[in-house]
């Protein structure tokens, strides 16, 4: 049961990764393979400031939006001067660099050596110690993400994303400053990216910068493409399922450390497949 | 004795590394105008099949180096022919192409890494000999022969390339795949010839870091990246300004560890992308 909870839990926060990543690369089109990046910046305003006691877990959310989406306003005026292959190669560079820092400001990251003992999150004295009450608190955040992005994308601002989307000229002869609307929507995810990270700091209770490769970020793009571009309810299943996959590998009889490479494999497999005999994933309203 | 000399060497021989990977990535960029981004992880397979060969068959080095060309040459040659070219045909856009290529490069990453562990391993038994550059410098035995492979193997793309029917071929299919076909081009077999040239290069790369450095699964992806840094630095698409931006990258990569750490190495790197992509999108050379 314990098991199924923390299966859960992870299901979750990919979840609320994907739902943000999905704004960027679905509804907007732009292949942003950096959202690790913010990711990490979440858990570790999280992990820095609980463990210093600087501010509780609600300060540490609020500061780890804030500094993820004013980053991601910086990489995404630089990025915007990219389209397509370019701009999912200038992403990888980002995400590389955010690394890089993690890794390398060791006086506030301790680099590798990560920081551990990062509490769980209280409210009135309540602490979501017990692993089910976290899965709950988690559920909460997944519920406000999903129904914020669905607002979002039906909104008249959504529907220039899609627009921009699908013909970014016509977008602007329209009228429409497409600059900014894929500024905002890049920080808006990136700040998204950041509450799964703060609440991945405090639930797994140590962080260190190898949970915030390229590689992960290539997984969370793994997971929207597999629910589907451009749907917010595909991307959860996405998440559950790209959780899943390999928990039940493990079941059949894999050793641990082969078990960890084989949710490699299996993704790397899904999203050949996928791209070979569906594009556009289970759920996905829009392809590349 | 100053240090400038010795970081400056450092630089080439990190250049003709990345040289490698970029000639190959160049040339099926050139033919097919995809990030190919499983290039990286065919290294990774080149570099693994010569230690398997080396190590656990016992065979000669000779042997080990041909058999770990020909093995990512041959994996290299399969994924074109299973997934890229059937997208092709389907007209998939560049960015389905991207993720298949990921894909591709993170199940065979995890593939060698579930074979051979992810322990890190190498290629070298003993020490390698130090070479003494008329006392500015030093290198291993090792790495000048990795100058010397580069050298040798552009050269013979080069005369490839320029003189042959199949070099003619590459270049029409590379300046245009629809009319090099309506003028009779078979394009999808040079494109498949192309990614077989392409995967070898990737190959003797590996299993030159393999006796360099040595080896470790991940290593595809960043050496790849180089590559492709190396390849946009120099001018994307044309095989030998890729050749001068691996140097560069090369050389500025190495005073960058020298003036800070090896820790930034990765993040100067791209820091080198993006000035690039902002500034002169399409190479040092051209504007």
New interface residues.
């Given amino acids: 049961m314990e098991y199924l909870i923390h299966i859960a839990i992870l299901a979750v926060i990919y979840g609320i990764l994907g739902i943000g990543l999905n704004l960027v690369v679905g509804f907007t089109g732009l292949?942003s393979v950096t959202h690790a990046a913010f990711f990490g910046i979440g858990a570790y305003a999280t992990g820095i400031l609980l463990t210093n006691h600087i501010a509780d877990f609600w300060g540490s959310l609020g500061l780890g939006m804030l500094i993820a989406a004013v980053l991601a306003l910086i990489i995404g005026l630089?990025l915007s001067?990219?389209r397509?292959?370019?701009y999912?190669?200038?992403s990888?560079?980002?995400n590389?660099?955010v690394?890089?820092?993690f890794?390398?400001l060791q006086d506030i990251t301790r680099g590798p050596l990560g920081i551990p003992g990062i509490p769980r999150p209280e409210i009135l004295g309540y602490s979501f110690g017990e692993n089910f009450s976290f899965l709950i608190l988690a559920l909460i955040f997944l519920a406000a993400v999903y129904f914020f992005s669905k607002w979002l994308t039906e909104s008249s601002f959504g529907r220039v994303l899609k627009a921009v989307r699908e013909d970014e000229r016509a977008a602007q002869v329209f009228g429409y400053n497409t600059f900014y609307f894929k500024l905002a929507i890049f920080s808006t995810a990136a700040a998204l990216a950041a509450i799964a990270g703060s609440l991945f700091a405090s639930y797994i209770t140590f962080i260190d910068p190898s949970t915030f490769t390229?590689?992960e970020s290539?997984f969370i793009?793994?997971v929207i493409?597999f629910g589907g571009l451009a749907s917010l309810r595909g991307s959860i299943v996405g998440a559950v399922a790209l959780i899943l996959l390999p928990e039940i590998l493990r079941f059949v009889g894999f050793p641990a450390?082969?078990a960890a490479?084989?949710?490699?494999?299996v993704?790397?497999?899904?999203?050949?497949l996928?791209?070979?005999y569906r594009?556009r994933g289970f759920f996905g309203e829009y392809?590349? | 004795m100053d240090i400038l000399p010795q970081v400056l060497v450092n630089g080439l021989i990190a250049g003709s590394l990345y040289a490698l990977v970029a000639l190959g990535f160049n040339l099926a960029y050139g033919a097919t105008k995809f990030f190919n981004l499983a290039h990286g992880a065919l290294s990774v397979v080149g570099g693994y099949t010569a230690l398997a060969v080396l190590r656990d068959l016992g065979w000669g080095l000779g042997w080990a180096i041909v058999i770990g060309i020909l093995m990512s040459a041959g994996i290299g040659w399969l994924l074109d022919k299973f997934i890229y070219l059937p997208l092709r045909k389907r007209k998939a856009s560049n960015m389905v192409l991207l993720v298949a290529s990921l894909g591709a490069f993170t199940a065979i990453q995890a593939i060698i890494a579930i074979l051979f562990t992810s322990q890190f391993q190498t290629l070298l038994a003993g020490e390698s000999k130090i070479i003494d550059l008329f006392g500015y410098a030093v290198v291993t035995g090792v790495q000048l022969s990795a100058f010397v492979t580069v050298a040798v193997v552009g050269l013979g793309l080069y005369l490839i390339l320029k003189f042959t029917r199949f070099g003619k071929a590459v270049r029409a299919v590379s300046d245009d795949g629809e009319v090099a076909r309506i003028v009779g081009i078979q394009t999808d077999k040079i494109v498949g010839t192309v990614f077989l040239i392409a995967s070898g290069l990737a190959g003797l790369a590996g299993i030159l870091i393999g006796f360099d450095t040595g080896l470790e699964p991940t290593m595809g992806m960043s050496l790849l990246l180089k590559g492709v840094i190396a390849s946009i630095v120099g001018g994307i698409g044309n095989v030998y300004c890729g050749i001068a931006g691996a140097f560069l990258l090369g050389i500025i990569e190495n005073l960058g560890v020298w003036q800070f750490s090896g820790e930034w190495k990765d993040a100067i790197a791209f820091g080198l992308l993006i000035i690039f992509l902002l500034f002169r999108p399409k190479g040092i050379f051209k504007n």
């Fill in positions: 292949l630089v001067r990219f397509d292959d370019y999912a190669l200038a990888f560079g980002f590389t660099i690394f890089a820092l890794l390398n390229l590689h290539m793009l793994a493409i450390e082969i490479q084989m949710r490699q494999v993704y790397g497999l899904v999203l050949v996928l791209m070979l594009p392809k590349f």
